[in-house]
């Protein structure tokens, strides 16, 4: 099975701040590479699909980049709303597999 | 308006079975790839089974494969996961999620529309 390893696990920011988060593949997944938001209580919500491409009404602040197994997800002018716990996700074999998470605090 | 309701969850003891159901409007359901997705009390989202548009492929996280059974039925607008065998461990909140159009009617490009969740507590 592929592994997602995903930093950090948490980190803080403020808002207007330009936010990182890193996930990276144990082998090769082209750029079938999916990112969610998801707030407490509440279902996951699509962000960026293949690697880095903005899923529909999401903000354009948000964007996802491809360095080889490295995939990267910005948040640039971080806002209020943005709170909550960031998955990666491969769809590139099955199992399917999700990163451990990044939960954003502000 | 694209819309995924769960049901079927609930209170089981170890051993017993479950089956969820997800029931689709808003979209040509036959079109589209299928998922379920859990995440136990506290913990990350776990990729537990997803099929195909046509039904033709189905894919099983290793932790459920040969307990769980995914189907759908395209006349009914529905997806299903038969649970059976169920384990302490398999208490979590099921989500249901479609995916966007891809190429072969797969899930290649993640999960764009979820369900609220349907609770599966097992437990004696």
């Known amino acids: 099975d592929i592994q997602m390893t995903q930093s950090p696990s948490f980190l803080s920011a403020s808002v207007g701040d330009r936010v990182t988060i890193t996930c990276r593949a144990s082998?090769?997944?082209?750029?079938?590479l999916n990112w969610y938001q998801q707030k407490p209580g509440k279902a996951p919500k699509l962000l960026i699909y293949a690697a880095s491409s903005l899923q529909s009404g999401v903000p354009s602040r948000f964007s996802g980049s491809r360095s080889g197994t490295d995939f990267t997800l910005t948040i640039n002018s971080l806002q209020p709303e943005d709170f909550g716990t960031f998955y990666c996700q491969q769809s590139y074999s099955a199992p399917r597999t999700f990163g451990q998470g990044t939960m954003v605090e502000i | 308006e694209v819309q995924l309701l769960e049901s079927g969850g609930g209170l089981v003891q170890p051993g017993g079975s479950l089956r969820l159901s997800c029931a689709a409007s808003?979209?040509?359901?036959?079109?589209?790839?299928m998922s379920w997705v859990r995440q136990a009390p506290g913990k990350g989202l776990e990729w537990v089974s997803g099929?195909?548009?046509?039904?033709?492929?189905?894919d099983y996280a290793d932790s459920v494969k040969g307990r769980f059974t995914i189907s759908r039925d395209n006349s009914k607008n529905t997806l299903y996961l038969q649970m059976n065998s169920l384990r302490a461990e398999d208490t979590a909140v099921f989500y249901c999620a479609k995916s966007p159009l891809a190429p072969g009617g797969t899930d290649r490009y993640g999960m764009d529309v979820w369900g609220q969740g349907t609770t599966v507590t097992v437990s004696s």
């Open positions: 099929m195909s548009s046509s039904g033709g492929s189905t």
């Open positions: 082998q090769s997944i082209n750029s079938y």
């Open positions: 808003g979209f040509t359901f036959s079109s589209y790839a």
